[in-house]
Structures are given as structure tokens and as C-alpha cells.
């Protein structure tokens, strides 16, 4: 099992998420919950597409985290 990094942007009427150890693997939802299952059932297709083509699966390389700053 891997665990990729996914990043979750709200928009105003859904929310969307991007892998960035797979590019182009991306889902939409309405909700952050519905965005979830659809990127995860993206991540499982996208591989299994790399994998069809012969391609190598990208090793989980990026990592994301939040930094607190102060705003005047």
C-alpha cells in the first residue's frame, strides 16, 4: 500500500483535488467528503492505467504541511 499526498481546494460550488506524484490524476466533487472517495477512486485507475501502458508507478515523494504566520 502507498499513501500519496492529495491536495483539496474548495471552489465555490465544489471542491476539487490533485495528486502531485501523479500528474493529471485529479476528481471533483461537491462536497470534500465526495471528493475524497472520487480521488481515491482516481488514484486506483490512474495506476492501474500506468500499469497497463508499462509504465512505472511514481514512488509517494511530496509532502504537504501547514505553517502559522502572523497577519497585520
Not at 474548495?10 to 495528486?19: D, E, K, L, M
Request: glycine share 8%; hydrophobic share 35%.
Amino acid at each position: 500500500m502507498k499513501e500519496y499526498t492529495v491536495i483539496y481546494e474548495a471552489g465555490t460550488r465544489n471542491w476539487s483535488a490533485y495528486v502531485p506524484d501523479l500528474p493529471g490524476c485529479i476528481a471533483t466533487g461537491k462536497t470534500r467528503s465526495m471528493v475524497e472517495q472520487q480521488i481515491r477512486e482516481a488514484i486506483e485507475f490512474h495506476i492501474e492505467g500506468l500499469k497497463a501502458r508499462g509504465e512505472e508507478v511514481p514512488e509517494p515523494s511530496i509532502e504537504a504541511g501547514c505553517v502559522s504566520v502572523s497577519v497585520d
